[in-house]
T-cell receptor
Framework: DQQVKQNSPSLSVQEGRISILNCDYT??????FLWYKKYPAEGPTFLIS?????DKNEDGRFTVFLNKSAKHLSLHIVPSQPGDSAVYFC???????????FGKGTRLSVIA | EAGVTQSPTHLIKTRGQQATLRCSPI?????VYWYQQALGLGLQFLLW???????NRGNFPPRFSGRQFPNYSSELNVNALELEDSALYLC???????????FGQGTRLTVV
């Protein structure tokens, strides 16, 4: 049973436009949510996180939105740049300092 | 500051053999997590070590095992290798009480 779902395997966006990556979860005990970016032949790198007490967190071009009632979160990248092309993973955990549960990832391609 | 380091980068084994993968966490981090990323799948949680103890394991058979040493480095052992064990194995570390996991570049295990 997949607790964290990223239903779009891929997304293509033009440079300068907004990229929106979506993630749904089923476990209502999840309290902390993270996004990771992964380039080929590298490990995932942490991008941004949000706890369940917030509905928005912003860091530069990256904003994560959390809708707890819908069990849905999204990552917005504005403006998108070619260097953003990577696989993005959504992850969640019930409490701090426990293993993260990951989605299958969405491959983002930013076209110049 | 050095990041999470994994060795070897690539490993080729024959079905039935044993594989040993190694991980050195970021200095000061006490938790080590192991994940498997098989083709087309997300990151599947394997094992969690903290302060030398196994804290949790994912839904993998007992032939996947490991340990954490007093210096917090870790080893993942896979016995009786099967073709389906071919995957990227990622190690991550986090500080005590932290949730963001910092990943190494992974070990690509190929079973032939």
């Amino acid at each position: 049973d997949q607790q964290v779902k990223q239903n779009s395997p891929s997304l293509s966006v033009q440079e300068g436009r907004i990229s929106i990556l979506n993630c749904d979860y089923t476990n209502s005990m999840f309290d902390y949510f993270l996004w990771y970016k992964k380039y080929p032949a590298e490990g995932p790198t942490f991008l941004i996180s949000i706890s369940s007490i917030k509905d928005k967190n912003e860091d530069g071009r990256f904003t994560v939105f959390l809708n707890k009632s819908a069990k849905h979160l999204s990552l917005h990248i504005v403006p998108s740049q070619p260097g953003d092309s990577a696989v993005y993973f959504c992850a969640a955990s019930p409490i701090r300092h426990t293993p993260l549960v990951f989605g299958k990832g969405t491959r983002l391609s930013v076209i110049a | 500051e050095a990041g999470v380091t994994q060795s070897p980068t690539h490993l080729i084994k024959t079905r039935g053999q044993q594989a040993t993968l190694r991980c050195s966490p970021i200095s000061g981090h006490t938790s080590v997590y192991w994940y498997q990323q098989a083709l087309g799948l997300g990151l599947q949680f394997l094992l969690w070590y903290d302060e030398g103890e196994e804290r949790n394991r994912g839904n993998f058979p007992p032939r996947f095992s490991g340990r954490q040493f007093p210096n917090y480095s870790s080893e993942l052992n896979v016995n009786a290798l099967e073709l389906e064990d071919s995957a990227l194995y990622l190690c991550a570390s986090s500080p005590t009480g932290g949730t963001e996991a910092f990943f190494g570049q992974g070990t690509r295990l190929t079973v032939v």
